[in-house]
């Protein structure tokens, strides 16, 4: 079985930053591409980020480019989101899940979803 806990969520003010983290238990993030979603209070769930299996591509929504960074580490089954210039629209839950199916910004295409982790964004 394969579990994913997503922490590092917190409250900061607009143009701070946070660094998210999505550790895996049960089988390593290597064989999988992984994903960084976002659900804020009566909206859907929307793709923000992700890594390739193998790190060397990443992809990311045009709102959060230039922004938000997402690497990981394969030795300690983690992988990172680092958020800079916050602004209050980036206030949401923010889940990991793997990309089973391989589609990419498609959420349909993932499996095994944390629990999330608490973003909020003061003016």
């Known amino acids: 079985q394969v579990q994913l806990v997503e922490s590092g969520g917190g409250l900061v003010q607009a143009g701070g930053s946070l660094r998210l983290s999505c550790a895996a238990s049960?089988?390593?993030?290597?064989?999988?591409?992984v994903g960084w979603f976002r659900q804020a209070l009566g909206k859907e769930r929307e793709f923000v980020a992700s890594?390739?299996?193998?790190?060397?591509?990443?992809t990311y929504a045009d709102l959060v480019k230039g922004r938000f960074t997402i690497s990981g580490d394969n030795a300690k089954n983690t992988v990172y989101l680092q958020m800079n210039s916050l602004k209050p629209e980036d206030t949401a839950v923010y889940y990991c899940?793997?990309?089973?199916?391989?589609?990419?910004?498609?959420?349909?295409?993932?499996?095994?979803w944390g629990q999330g982790t608490q973003v909020t964004v003061s003016s």
């Open positions: 899940a793997l990309d089973i199916l391989g589609l990419g910004k498609q959420s349909r295409s993932y499996a095994y």
């Open positions: 890594i390739t299996r193998s790190g060397d591509s990443t």
């Open positions: 049960g089988r390593s993030f290597s064989n999988y591409d």
